[in-house]
């Protein structure tokens, strides 16, 4: 719906709808949550919007993307509610995770470039011990046990001496954790970064889910900028 309609203009539950791919029913249900101001009612009990619920659906809208559909639902009824200290509290909470999510996908491209080819097994080597492996990386071998785990690691048992050994793919992620580690990152928000490697199948693979990852990144950013510009609409539409 265009700007210019005045605050006088009744609209229909359909005449907000339309434009949006939404249902009037789930216009109803954006009132009934208070993301939308309450609706004045006709004399036949119909709902009434007028141009301050088109502002408000245009804000809810664009805050979704980048804020998710929670934190753009409570930053709307805050609004709705005159609490507009507490919206704008919600909103520097999601840019507060924003940023720790950049400084999270940074220390990731930092351990990546800083792993040490050294600490690497030798191809067809058959692994490493735990003794080596715990020496290559300046640890001990109680630390690499704990990663063990953890999940973090998961070295195969030798079948004559129950000995752990670490395949290639067991030293990259123990090379990944201590890098990690070291940016003071928790083991806890670690596992979940080894899950992409391995799902990823190696680090070159990893390359390209960083690419996607700074991507949707920026992609958050924008809808970020998007949603404040028709928040801050919403906010000198009502006055």
Do not use: C
Request: glycine share 10%; charged share 25%.
């Amino acid at each position: 719906m265009g700007r210019n309609l005045q605050r006088s203009q009744r609209l229909r539950p359909v005449d907000l709808a339309r434009g949006h791919g939404l249902s009037t029913q789930a216009v109803r249900n954006y009132e009934e949550a208070g993301i939308l101001p309450a609706a004045e009612r006709t004399p036949s009990g119909y709902r009434a919007y007028t141009s301050l619920h088109a502002a408000a659906l245009r804000a809810f809208l664009a805050l979704v993307p980048g804020h998710g559909h929670r934190t753009a639902a409570a930053v709307m009824r805050a609004v709705n509610d005159g609490a507009d200290d507490e919206a704008f509290r919600l909103i520097d909470g999601s840019h507060a995770q924003l940023l720790d999510d950049r400084r999270t996908l940074q220390a990731v491209e930092n351990a990546l470039r800083d792993l040490d080819p050294a600490t690497a097994p030798e191809p067809g080597s058959g692994g490493t011990f735990i003794g080596p492996l715990a020496k290559n990386l300046g640890v001990r071998p109680a630390t690499l046990r704990k990663w063990e785990r953890s999940g973090l690691v998961r070295p195969r048992r030798d079948p004559r001496t129950g000995y752990r050994v670490y395949a290639e793919s067991d030293v990259r992620d123990a090379r990944l954790t201590h890098q990690l580690r070291r940016g003071g990152y928790l083991l806890e928000q670690i596992a979940p970064l080894i899950a992409q490697v391995r799902a990823a199948g190696g680090l070159e693979p990893l390359e390209a889910a960083l690419r996607d990852w700074h991507r949707r990144l920026s992609a958050r950013a924008r809808s970020m900028l998007t949603g404040a510009a028709e928040l801050e609409a919403y906010l000198r539409e009502r006055g």
